[in-house]
């Protein structure tokens, strides 16, 4: 694309929230002071150690960190190739990656004397995580999630409700995930005032695609000292699924300078890309401007936003965070698809051979890790961030299969 | 850089300042509900009363939005409303009428997706006076506002309650056209402005700049159009209108032959309260 390649990967973003020409900070002026308020504080935040100490005793104590970094064995030895570990960001207290960043994000809510937090959900994960923050720390929290998904997400929405959330049902547009957003937006430039938006992945107006992925970057932070400590060396190469994001830019970011270490993102090519029906926004989008930055969107001719479907609804989103379409463009990081179909199979696989239910989102990563690793010789080491639990997608896999539950 | 662009939107304010008026800015989402319906309305507001036009953008995502708007664009994209098309409505427009000013209103990523200069350069040639883009703060505008100053055309930087003085000035230096005061903290079509604390914020704006000051955000009817109107420069109303348009929808959301003429009564209602307020006022 058009970006050159960079001595550094890890310097971004400039001052105004920018990974080359992705990013920016493009809401109403109504919420700008606010935006440039939370900026300020977070970057008096970078700096104090009091509050990292504070975030790091909550993440072992609360979370449960460092999560274990597994090796595959029988999955390794099935498939040939390389040597597999999984990071065990599924084991995480709610049971996925996301409570690493609502803890963080919570923590600067506090620090602004914010009195109430709001979130969209999906797949209903950063809802509960949000929720289940909001709890703990003794603040109201209201969850915007699509009418579409909380028909396809009924235990989460319930596990929201039991923490004391209020859940709102969006039923504008397509009902999922990027209307939630729309509406939470709508919520906060109404609240602006007294409320906190905990955003679920490294996107939004600038600072959040930074602080979200300082607040996740502990996963690839700690898969760096356990590699070191297993294998005396350093992964070969890195594997994440992407929806916005989230869990991939926490896994690659402490390895992007380590230029030898090859890094893969997986995106959702639901019912293949040729139909259309597919969340894959930098292998089938283009750059645009949605929820507050640039980055590379499902959009037609127009400028119009697609939808974007997956069967994991948690990569059902037609955009992705900004430092992904940064890394696209400077080839630093592959980002190759995997379809429904091969989600589901690696699903089976993983529970059948591991032990291990996976959620349907890292099921895309494990989709890609079993075409891949067979290529590669056996003592490569290669890392999947298995960043979330099956238990929430037991319903919609025994549907895809045919089971009546 | 003069331009005949700029003459229009400043010649309306001239000639309104001049008749100790303010200005009835009225909203509509171009396309809506259908392409020729739109355009019957269009051409009807400047004898409704009419001084200035805001024809909204369609964008499937308008989170500045309230459910109305929100509606009303989705129907428009549903109808085959488009950018080529929008820029088409303007041109017709100006078949018929050189003089009202027309300020295109919307979000950053259909002009971005046309090319933003590409786009300055036919909207200017359609006959387009400005842009709102409600996605584009002082921050990232410039995007968009060197290819306008280029051709001629105004973006009009908007204020709002969370607005402070310090930003305000920055905000303000180097605006044009006009500066639209965002009455409350929310949403199209949500609360009402309350037209005392609005008038301690448009004084607070004029502090800063010479620009006429428009007003919208909540106001609803010709009373409350009226109370902004003695306090501002100029009264904007949209979802009233669209809401208005909204209930002249048939089952299949398809215009019933009385929409346009329901939706220029409440127009007319609405101009001339903007009319009167300040004549009543001196009374």
Known sequence: MNASRPNTFVDGPDVDGHFGIYGGRYVAETLMPLVLELERVYAEVREDREFWREFDDYLAHYVGRPSPLYHAE????????????????????TGAHKINNCIGQIMLALRMGKKRIIAETGAGQHGVATATVAARFGLPCVIYMGAKD????????????????EIVTVTSGSETLKDAMNEALRDWVANVEDTFY??????????????????????????????????????????????????????????????????YGVEAAGRGLESGAHAASLTAGRPGVLHGNRTYLLQNEDGQIKEAHSISAGLDYPGIGPEHSWLYDTG?????????????????????????????????????????????????????????????????????????? | MTSLAADRLGACFATLRKEGQAAMIAFITAGDPDHDTSLSLLCGLPRAGVDVIELGMPFTDPVADGPAIEAANLRALKNGANMVRTLDLVRHFRRNDDTTPIILMGYFNPIYAYGAEKFVADAAASGVDGFIVVDLPLEEIAELENP??????????????????????????????????????????????????????????????????AVGFGIRTPEQAAAIARVADATVVGSA???????????????????????????????????????????
């Open chain 1, 74 to 93: 029988p999955l390794s030895d099935r498939l040939g190739g390389a040597k597999i570990y999984f990071k065990r960001d599924e084991l995480n207290h």
């Open chain 1, 150 to 165: 909380i028909e396809r997400q009924k235990p989460n929405v319930f596990r929201m409700r039991l923490l004391g959330a």
């Open chain 1, 198 to 263: 905990i955003i679920g992945t490294a996107a939004g107006p600038h600072p959040y695609p930074r602080l979200v992925r300082d607040f996740q970057s502990v996963i690839g932070r700690e898969t760096r000292a356990q590699m070191n400590e297993r294998e005396g060396r350093l992964p070969d190469s890195l594997v994440a699924c992407i929806g916005g994001g989230s869990n991939a830019i926490g896994l690659f970011h402490p390895f992007l300078d380590d230029q030898t270490i090859d890094i």
């Open chain 1, 332 to 405: 630093r990081v592959k980002y190759v698809t995997a379809t429904d179909n091969e989600a589901l199979s690696a699903f089976q696989l993983c529970c059948k051979t591991e032990g291990i239910i996976p959620a349907l989102e890292p099921a895309h990563a494990l989709a890609f890790v079993i075409r891949h690793a067979p290529t590669l010789p056996k003592d490569h080491l290669l890392v999947m961030n298995m960043c979330g639990r099956g238990d929430k997608d037991i319903f919609t896999v025994a549907d895809a299969l045919g089971v009546t539950l």
């Open chain 2, 148 to 213: 306008a100053n280029t051709a001629g055309l105004n973006v009009v930087r908007l204020a709002t309650p969370t607005t402070d003085d310090a930003r305000l000035e920055t905000v303000l230096a180097g605006a044009k056209g006009f500066v639209y005061y965002v009455a409350i903290a929310g949403i199209t079509g949500s609360a009402s402005a309350d037209a005392k604390s609005v008038d301690i914020a448009v004084t607070r704006i004029r502090r800063h700049t010479n620009l006429p000051i």
């Open chain 2, 241 to 283: 209108i669209v809401s208005k348009l909204e209930q002249n929808l048939d089952d299949q959301g398809m215009a019933r032959p009385e929409l346009v003429d329901q939706v220029m009564e409440l127009v007319s209602a609405l101009a001339s309260g903007v009319r009167q307020a300040r004549s009543a006022a001196a009374e």
